[in-house]
């Protein structure tokens, strides 16, 4: 935990209210304060980054101060520029009558379940192969439930669809070839498949370039789940509050990533009573955030804990952010 801006990926995640925003706000903060250039990246379709630093943001990386840059993953814009690159990608490799169908089918996957948070997660991707490049930093906030999983599993997913493709082709091709044995006519541009032949291009030249393409895609998740599986690089961070919701939830959560070997550094407690909450309400409350915080102590007693106090006002400004972060750096 105290190497945590050493790495430079940093997943903050947790249930959907305990404070992931304000922690992974706070944490940027603090690391581009040390000098390092920090990229913060919300992934909530409910964005609230914005709100926390009191200023716009969206989905162009936006100056939030010194060394810190701030960006709001929009997943209609991006499932848009997705959609964009795969017509034009297909468009290359088909016969121009087929275009019209292609338009079709792409607009319809448009309004696909799964469109939006399969743009999204390519993107996710993009920024954390390439995050080296241009930050010393990189802190996602995810969604409630986070999209980490997933992104895990992409690889295995992308290689039976990108398998089956190609072996679909092959046997195109040679279907082709024993009509030709046959003497029977066939037409490259027939109707068998969306990815027919051209009259101007060499079916090799063709299948090599839709190899390169689903290669690529399949390489670059293969990348990003080797940098979040790699404990020098990534880490992990859940925050939660001392209910029991949130503590179920953590539960399941470190199962998961374990499962997938994913670093977890520690976790932040957050929103605890101050000790000097006065009053019978309070005094229930703290008895039984007590009895919380006991089980968190016994069920996560192998993860370093960070312990923040609930504020008396809402957080939002650099200055409360600030704050946070001073607090949760002294417990690192």
């Given at each position: 935990m105290h190497?945590?801006?050493?790495?430079?990926?940093v997943f903050v995640g947790g249930k959907g209210g305990v404070g992931k925003t304000t922690t992974a706000g706070a944490l940027a903060l603090m690391a581009a304060d040390t000098g390092r250039t920090t990229l913060l990246v919300s992934t909530d379709p409910a964005h609230s980054l914005g709100d926390v630093f009191d200023m716009p943001i969206g989905n162009e990386e936006t100056a939030l101060g010194p060394n810190l840059t701030g960006l709001e993953i929009d997943p209609e814009a991006e499932a848009e520029s997705h959609i964009a690159s795969v017509k034009m990608s297909m468009k290359s490799l088909v016969a121009p009558r087929m275009y019209q169908e292609i338009?079709?089918?792409?607009?319809?996957?448009?309004?696909s379940p799964g469109t939006m948070e399969a743009a999204l997660l390519e993107r996710m991707a993009d920024l954390m192969v390439d995050a080296k490049r241009r930050?010393?930093?990189?802190?996602?906030?995810?969604?409630?439930?986070?999209?980490?999983?997933?992104?895990?599993?992409l690889p295995e997913l992308m290689a039976a669809w990108s398998?089956?493709?190609?072996?679909?082709r092959d046997r195109s091709r040679k279907l082709g070839e024993l009509l030709d044995l046959f003497g029977k006519q066939h037409s490259k541009e027939d109707e068998f498949g969306m990815i027919g032949g051209s009259?101007?291009?060499?079916?090799?030249?063709?299948?090599?370039r839709i190899q390169e393409i689903l290669l690529k895609r399949r390489r670059k998740f293969h990348k990003a789940r080797e940098l979040l599986t790699d404990q020098e690089v990534t880490a992990?961070?859940?925050?939660?509050?001392?209910?029991?919701?949130?503590?179920?939830?953590?539960?399941?959560t470190?199962?998961?990533?374990?499962?997938?070997?994913?670093?977890?550094?520690?976790m932040i407690v957050n929103r605890l009573l101050p000790p000097d909450a006065e009053g019978e309400f309070l005094r229930e409350r703290r008895l039984q955030e007590n009895e919380y915080r006991d089980e968190i102590d016994q069920t996560f007693e192998h993860l370093h804990r960070v312990y923040i106090e609930l504020l008396p006002h809402d957080v939002h400004g650099v200055a409360t952010l600030r704050k946070i972060g001073e607090v949760i750096v002294r417990q690192l």
């Open positions: 190497r945590l801006f050493d790495r430079r990926i338009d079709r089918q792409l607009e319809l996957a448009r309004h930050f010393d930093l990189l802190i996602f906030d995810t969604a409630p439930s986070g999209h980490t999983i997933r992104l895990l599993a398998d089956g493709m190609l072996g679909y009259m101007e291009e060499p079916d090799e030249s063709r299948d090599g992990f961070l859940l925050v939660l509050n001392a209910e029991r919701l949130p503590i179920l939830e953590s539960k399941k470190l199962d998961l990533l374990a499962k997938f070997s994913v670093p977890v550094a520690g």
